[in-house]
């Protein structure tokens, strides 16, 4: 069975900053090229970011230089690095396999972040 299990989000105040991680299991996650979705109260599912398996990266423009998305194959886990974060981006952050369109990828649960002061 595959699974797919966010974990690290929470409340931060604006200029603040979380690791996200995914705990994957059930596929072969060294293969796999995996996204990091977001879907903001009342809107739509936003692609953040990519991580190929052989480590390559891609990011929405404009997150780049607050966002890194990293991979540790031997613990079958992506991470999401978020700093400098802005009260935009609150929201359901997802993990997911790296399929278009992202409405139709399996993801997680999500985990909420928050940024408020």
């Known amino acids: 069975e595959v699974q797919l299990v966010e974990s690290g989000g929470g409340l931060v105040q604006p200029g603040g900053s979380l690791r996200l991680s995914c705990a994957t299991s059930?596929?072969?996650?060294?293969?796999?090229?995996m996204n990091w979705l977001r879907q903001a109260p009342g809107k739509g599912l936003d692609w953040v970011s990519t991580i190929g398996p052989d480590g390559s990266t891609y990011y929405a423009d404009s997150l780049k230089g607050r966002f890194t998305i990293s991979r540790d194959n031997d613990k079958n886990t992506v991470y999401l690095q978020m700093n400098n974060l802005e009260p935009e981006d609150t929201a359901t952050y997802y993990c997911?396999?790296?399929?278009?369109?992202?409405?139709?990828?399996?993801r997680g649960q999500g985990t909420q972040v928050i940024v408020s002061s």
């Open positions: 997911a396999f790296a399929h278009w369109p992202i409405t139709s990828a399996p």
């Open positions: 059930g596929f072969t996650f060294a293969n796999s090229a």
